[in-house]
């Protein structure tokens, strides 16, 4: 079995030929000669399996977005990031499997919840880099959302620093400036602002 | 020498003990063990070192945005995306290669070139999955583009099947419908509709 799924695209090629070369609790490395249109003999690549994971776009009553601040060792910085994470399974996740997943995230990274009444809207997904790597990202939108009684309960391994809400207006300041640079809150975002322009289209 | 090296950041934290676990052509897996402000002990790490690459958001003298159409093996598709490319060097690239490479990249894939008179504007970068690789997308916007006299010299080992232009209104329904899913592109849309909202940011 796969380390991960992929989405279901409309015309999808066939499994490659694949060995692998390395693995990790967090991700495993093959060689595959897939077969695409227009290399119908197979070309090789090589690939980095990962999970699929979902980013979390939160909103309060008053329209703020929640923020968490985490270190990143790859890239030996801290970020502020919408809240995120891995689907705990492998292979494709079922659309519940995604909304739980973003909704624990949510509440772990930041102490947050759906407020009763509120909605959890799918904005599909993204890949974080297609050019090497099968990751998939699954956008969810939540609105309204408030503190949970718990507040905050972070994995083992992560390093939140801080929490914090910003109004949507300080949020694109944030992002015009560059002080928000993950892919996943940039690709929520993007989704965002051009649902604003297109309300009709998901 | 590290495979990449990453922008300084207003605080860095000191490079880290590391062992190589896997190398290839395009990337270099890595265990390290990272001292962090709330780690000062050292966490250990699995990171997926890439080279540093560019995106570059092209507009024509009528607005139009240029897409391609790119195979991707690893997620077995193909999708519309953005001209982008990774930097030939590896190391902290300085602002004349990012440029260099931006323009190289949009001329090879798309066959459009910068206008006469035309600029050429970093948005800043982007890390496409900083959880575990390293890996930093530079942005950029170019305008007003127009079509190159040698038209598109596609590098060794890609497949573009197709190239277009896109205005602006087309290119956020695209978004908003989920039809554009890479990163890079959802990246660098992100960071100019900030920046439309805040002129005066960068």
Known sequence: MPFSELPPGPDPWPAPESRPLFTSAHLEVTQVCQRTPTRPQGAEWTVVHRKNACVIAARTHGGEFIVVRQERIPIRAALWEFPAGQVDESG???????????????????????????????????????????????????????????????????????CRTLPAQELAGWIARGDIRDANTLAAYARLCALEQNPAAP
């Open 92 to 162: 494709l996740p079922t659309e519940a499997l995604l909304r739980e997943t973003a909704l624990r995230e949510l509440q772990e990274e930041s102490g947050y919840r759906l407020a009763p009444g509120g909605e959890l809207l799918p904005l599909g997904h993204f890949f974080s880099s297609p050019g090497f790597s099968d990751e998939c990202i699954h956008l969810f939108l939540a609105q309204p959302v408030e503190p949970a009684p718990a507040g905050a309960t972070p994995a083992e391994g992560e390093a939140i620093t801080a």
